[in-house]
């Protein structure tokens, strides 16, 4: 079974300063995506960048970027220049591949919650 | 364009009693998703609706849980017989999506908070 291991509980950086949240996920498919989503204190999920497993470049959105590295099974994130508005939940997931018979749901790790200070 | 909605916000119950939540996808959006999430936890995967047939469900998904989408479009989550194990973030996201789902991103609606007493 596939499973998602996000090390850092908790994670402090100062205002404008870039943060690595790290992700770890284990599986034996060789097809799979990859996803970080915020969840600030109200609660929703907000989707920030995904990467696929076969793609050849790292996703970037914005001050988003997923450092992906395949065989070390890893794809953390880096958020460059931090606001404080960035203080929040971070999830990092997985989807299988479509002939796994489960596609459509995503598996979630357990969260890194960040605290930007001023 | 507005986002996933999802009706109440917060619920509170007393053990046994039924509750039902409602989610409202985004416009033309296929596919919908019902995940659970319990304090300090990422979201478990509840199931899963394209159109209006219910394709997928998780062993979380116990007998006195079911879920509808009768038009393809809104989707309700009913528990019966609530119990304090109950208590938990119900969060529904959709996505739009041909064929076999590939790389539709899933967007979630605030969740309703559910406290069983």
């Known amino acids: 079974a596939q499973k998602i291991t996000q090390t850092q509980p908790g994670m402090f950086v100062q205002e404008k300063e870039a943060v690595t949240l790290d992700c770890t996920y284990d599986t034996s498919d060789q097809s799979y995506g990859l996803f970080w989503y915020k969840q600030p204190s109200s609660g929703e999920m907000i989707f920030l960048i995904y990467q696929g497993s076969y793609d050849e470049q790292n996703a970037t959105e914005g001050r988003y970027s997923l450092n992906f590295q395949k065989a070390r099974k890893s794809a953390n994130l880096v958020i460059s220049a931090s606001q404080l508005g960035d203080s929040a939940m971070y999830f990092c997931a997985m989807r299988r591949p479509i002939s796994s018979g489960s596609a459509r749901q995503l598996t979630f790790g357990s969260g890194t919650q960040l605290t930007v200070l001023p | 364009d507005t986002g996933v909605s999802q009706d109440p916000r917060h619920k509170i119950t007393k053990r046994g009693q039924n509750v039902t939540f409602r989610c409202d996808p985004i416009s033309e959006h296929n596919r919908l998703y019902w995940y659970r999430q319990t304090l300090g936890q990422g979201p478990e995967f509840l199931t899963y609706?394209?159109?209006?047939?219910?394709?997928?469900k998780s062993r979380l998904l116990s007998d006195r849980f079911s879920a509808e989408r009768p038009k393809g479009s809104f989707s309700t989550l009913e528990i019966q017989r609530t119990e304090q194990g109950d208590s938990a973030m119900y969060l529904c996201?959709?996505?739009?999506?041909?064929?076999?789902?590939?790389?539709?991103?899933?967007?979630f609606g605030p969740g309703t908070r559910l406290t069983v007493l």
């Open positions: 609706f394209q159109n209006e047939a219910q394709l997928e």
């Open positions: 996201a959709s996505s739009y999506g041909r064929g076999p789902p590939s790389t539709d991103t899933q967007y």
